[in-house]
């Protein structure tokens, strides 16, 4: 119901335009005031759609009230009573923000066609504000999914140009949920929404693609993470019927630390491919409720499998909370460590295919360390070798990457996740998640949904297919989402680009 604020001083003025509105059989609420002071309170705080006033009223004049009304809001649509004597005051006003005047005594034709454009305005003005902020989210989202990717700080600088991004700065965790399904792109528009009025908080919500949601918590908000996290969890499953998985990032002290943290709940998220058993994955729960011994003992058995996996990423990580955890070991034998590490220097040196007597000095100058440091420099040193092994062969992580890039181009119409490609070319999901990251700089759920994205396209530029059935043929379930992702990567929609295409028109 819009809303019409009529400000005149004369009571018989106010009384007949409220006469020529209820003509019109419009449902609105009318608002009176009789004075240019009691009008701006109004305005304040009732935020009428439209302002009628007259130009001469005590305390504060028409177009004094124009202006200030002007200060306070574009969108309200303000219209001037004026006599003769007052058509230059109008006019003047008209330049300052005044939509329309009309002249006294008022001719009841001439007011019912400027009400009608009047609310043609409001209503025009409304869809613009509302596209505007699609446009606005649109780059806000564009922008931040680039700076979470690549950390780079251009992209800082190039978003202020353009946006307020104050609020970056003040982000303290992140939160990645992950599905099994393609559950973001069927609940996509809702799910914000409904998440929000579960957890009662605050967050800034961002769609990655069909499989994987971020939340984004400021530093106002002051919860048990891991409880949330939890709950999250079982709201899905519960509530929506959806198997997913959470990654709760480490608290940071400053938002532009984002990229690091989106990392962490990467890194953290890939854990479900060894604990499948494990909904909701934190940056320290291995260590909950476990002595040093016990810790230390884990770090280096998943060292051992992250190996076998030729898992880089993960082995760093886990020799890293290692190294932490042996320098305040305090009560933990350095013998019970040395001959732990001994399991992860005979993996690295069988992996690299280097002899046994290599093996066996690394071995002795192990059991000869006097101190923790050196040992974990030994451990650092030998790792680093590893790596440099591994990356330097690239023609078989390549050959796998091809593998999967294939399954892709032959299977991208129909459903593709970790699991599904992973069984496809023969691959550990995990394993495999990591060098295609690696060898080609994005994930596999961004490459599969810019590859489908592509080849609608192609569909579009080439044939007169309907817009359903291209989502459909390109591996999209759902219209909307399929429309959306596609505007956000190529800037239309898919009916747009099509025109353009028909027209000659660049994209």
């Known amino acids: 119901m819009r809303t019409i604020l009529i400000a005149d001083d004369e009571k018989i003025e106010r009384q007949g335009i409220i006469s020529l509105i209820e003509r019109e059989n419009l449902e609105v609420e009318i608002l009176e005031a009789k004075n240019g002071k009691d009008a701006y309170e109004l305005v304040r705080k009732k935020k ?84 505007f902020r699609k446009n606005q989210d ?5 922008f931040l999914q680039k700076y979470l990717h690549t950390g780079k700080q251009d992209i800082v600088k190039e978003a202020e140009g353009m946006l307020d991004i104050s609020w970056w700065s003040n982000v303290r965790r992140l939160v990645l949920i992950e599905t099994e399904d393609n559950f973001f792109e069927e609940l996509k528009e809702n799910f914000h ?42 709201y899905m499953a519960e509530r929506l019927q959806a198997e997913c998985y959470v990654a709760v990032s480490s608290r940071i002290e400053d938002g532009m630390q984002m990229p690091e943290a989106f990392r962490e709940v990467e890194l953290l998220m ?4 060894y604990h ?60 019970y460590i040395k001959f732990s590490c001994f399991g992860i220097i005979k993996e690295l040196y069988k992996s690299m295919h280097l002899s046994q007597e290599k093996c066996n000095q690394t071995v002795d100058a192990l059991y000869q360390c006097t101190s923790m440091q050196e040992l974990t420099d030994i451990l650092e040193e030998n790792i680093r070798v590893y790596e440099e092994t591994v990356f330097a062969n690239q023609s078989n992580a390549r050959s796998d990457v091809e593998k999967v890039k294939s399954y892709i181009y032959e299977h991208y119409a129909e459903e593709l996740s970790v699991e599904i490609l992973g069984g496809g070319v023969f691959l550990s999901p995990g394993y495999m998640s990591h060098i295609f990251k690696k060898e080609t700089g994005e994930g596999l759920s961004r490459f599969i949904r810019v590859y489908r994205l592509e080849k609608a396209r192609e569909l579009l530029q080439n044939t007169n297919k309907k817009i359903v059935q291209i989502c459909k ?35």
């Open 276 to 335: 499948h058993e494990n909904r909701v994955f934190l940056p320290d729960m291995a260590t909950e409720g476990k002595n040093n011994q016990e810790i230390i003992g884990e770090l280096l058995e998943k060292m051992e499998e992250d190996i076998r996996l030729q898992d880089i990423s993960h082995l760093w990580e886990h020799f890293r909370k290692f190294d932490a955890q042996g320098k305040a070991v305090g009560q933990v034998s350095h013998i």
């Open 270 to 273: 890939e854990n479900r491919f």
């Open 193 to 234: 929404e409904l998440l929000e009025g579960e957890l009662q908080l605050p967050f800034y919500y961002l769609n990655l693609d069909e499989h994987r949601s971020l939340l984004l918590f400021g530093e106002r908000v002051k919860v048990d993470f891991p409880i949330m996290g939890k709950h999250i969890y079982e």
């Open 473 to 507: 043929e390109t591996g999209f379930t759902n219209s909307s989402y399929f429309c959306k992702s596609f505007r956000e990567y190529y800037g239309c929609s898919p009916e747009k680009f099509r025109r353009g295409v028909n027209s000659g028109e660049e994209n």
């Open 48 to 131: 009428p759609d439209i302002l009628f006033t007259d130009i001469k009223m005590p305390f504060m004049s028409g177009i004094e009230l124009v202006n200030k009304t002007r200060e306070l809001s574009e969108k309200i649509a303000i219209v001037l009573f004026s006599g003769y004597s007052d058509f230059e005051y109008a006019r003047e006003a008209i330049k300052n923000g005044a939509l329309d005047y009309i002249l006294k005594p008022i001719d009841p034709d001439e007011f019912s066609k400027v009400l009608n454009k009047t609310l043609d305005w409001v209503e025009e003005h409304e869809q613009k504000t509302i596209i």
């Open 138 to 142: 649109f780059l806000e989202e564009y």
